[in-house]
């Protein structure tokens, strides 16, 4: 940041009184400017023990496979952007059958929240971020065409607990 957003003066990063941290101030105004990580949400949506996944039609990572995943918008739920998501990108509706990671991706400011679903109708199509959409069974995954490694990594702890049936919520980092 290089500029108040209150009044627009260039800031100076410094550690505020009562604070631990360096943040954005203006020494014109006085206002303090927080950043905070971006919250990611998205669902893992299953047809008969597949995985949904779209192939990326934007950057970063254009051409590779994701989850469908993006930015939470303001006044709205995890859940209800994960759903947005999964519609916007993959033309799917799903029944989520709840929280199953959260992911610190801690070099670019992102906390991702992904959420089981079960798709309600074997319909999809692509969204205007997405060049195709399909389901795989876990052999089939493109692992080295995988956009993020946090999809990579919720993905291999996905077939995992298939496998045993217990879905578990994960949490981890990626630095």
């Given at each position: ?34 950043e905070n ?15 949904l ?5 934007i ?24 759903l ?18 959260v992911?610190?991706v ?18 999809w199509?692509?969204g205007?971020?997405s ?11 493109p ?22 049936g ?10």
């Amino acid at each position: 940041m290089r500029h108040c957003t209150a009044c627009g003066a260039p800031v100076v990063y410094r550690v505020p009184a009562g604070d631990t941290r360096p943040r954005a101030v203006c020494p014109h105004c006085g206002h303090i400017q927080y950043e905070n990580p971006r919250n990611i949400v998205g669902t893992i949506p299953v047809w008969e023990q597949q995985v949904l996944l779209c192939r990326r039609a934007i950057e970063p990572r254009y051409g590779l496979w994701t989850l469908p995943a993006g930015f939470m918008e303001l006044d709205e739920s995890t859940e209800g952007g994960a759903l947005r998501e999964t519609r916007e990108e993959a033309g799917a509706d799903v029944r989520l059958d709840g929280l199953y990671a959260v992911i610190n991706v801690l070099p670019a400011h992102q906390v991702y929240l992904f959420y089981r679903g079960q798709l309600t109708s074997p319909r999809w199509h692509p969204g205007e971020e997405s060049l195709e959409v399909r389901l795989f069974h876990e052999a089939e995954i493109p692992w080295d065409e995988l956009a993020f490694r946090s999809v990579a990594q919720t993905l291999k702890r996905y077939f995992a607990d298939l496998r045993t049936g217990h879905f578990p919520v994960h949490t981890f980092d990626i630095s």
